[in-house]
């Protein structure tokens, strides 16, 4: 029993962080031209505007949420003044709100791809999967925020914090329901799967855009 834990929710977890940290190297040495969003908007504007709108907020305020919620110690928070159970609101609400633009935006973008003719006809399925996979962990996500009201901060999160200071402890995760143990195990397979899929992208958002100094584009004297 112990041993299937240990195999669960500390050999896997690692196994797919190695290939995460593995596979983007080994990307970027042999195919640094396909690391690209291989954005298809030339093809399909309308239907994309929409699902790629609700999907990319939605997911990026999911993984700001998880971060925060996760990673930091609820003894932290209580000296903010936030108790757990201010916590577990906070993360319900905002996590149904973020849950349902990113699943939406996943399904929206899945049928896109699935049922417009131009995509069909681009068809790879690499996409295909990775759109299904994420659709996937998001509604077992959103899941578990509608229909699971349990406790993960003595439990799912200090597990998750054993596991990024490499002090593991998988028998945390004894207690938890199955709901809760399918979507961390599918969040894990699909971080060891995004190297080798468009996701690669994530790793080359365009900060300094914000940062950087206006570009004046000017006529030259003379021209109209
Ligand atoms: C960090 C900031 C991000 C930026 C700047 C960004 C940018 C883009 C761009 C330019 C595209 C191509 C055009 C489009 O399809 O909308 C795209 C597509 C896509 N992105 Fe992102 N993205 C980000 C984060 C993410 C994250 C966190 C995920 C998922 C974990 C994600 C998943 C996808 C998927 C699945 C597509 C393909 C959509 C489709 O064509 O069906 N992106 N992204």
Not at 73 to 97: C, K, N, V
């Amino acid at each position: 029993m112990e041993l299937n834990y240990t195999l669960v929710f500390t050999v896997f977890p690692y196994l797919c962080l190695a290939t995460f940290v593995v596979g983007h190297a080994y990307r970027y040495v042999t195919d640094r031209y396909g690391w690209n969003a291989r954005s298809s908007e030339f093809l399909e504007k309308k239907a994309l505007f929409a699902g790629s709108v609700f999907f990319h907020w939605g997911i990026v305020f999911t993984f700001l949420g998880h971060a925060g919620g996760l990673l930091m110690p609820q003894r932290i928070l209580d000296r903010f003044g936030i108790d757990s159970q201010t916590h577990m609101e906070i993360a319900y609400w905002s996590g149904l709100a973020v849950g349902i633009a990113a699943f939406a935006g996943a399904l929206l973008l899945l049928k896109r791809r699935l049922t417009h003719s131009r995509m069909r006809a681009v068809y790879r399925l690499n996409d295909t999967v990775t759109i299904t996979a994420l659709a996937m962990v998001v509604g077992a996500g959103l899941y578990n925020v509608v229909f699971g009201h349990y406790n993960v901060l003595y439990s799912v999160a200090p597990w998750i914090r054993g596991i990024v200071t490499f002090t593991p402890d998988a028998m945390l995760m004894k207690a938890v329901p199955l709901s809760y143990k399918n979507h961390v195990i599918a969040d894990w397979a699909l971080l060891g799967f995004s190297p080798f899929s468009r996701l690669v992208h994530i790793w080359s958002a365009p900060l300094f855009y914000i940062f950087r100094a206006p570009i004046v584009f000017r006529r030259r004297a003379g021209q109209s």
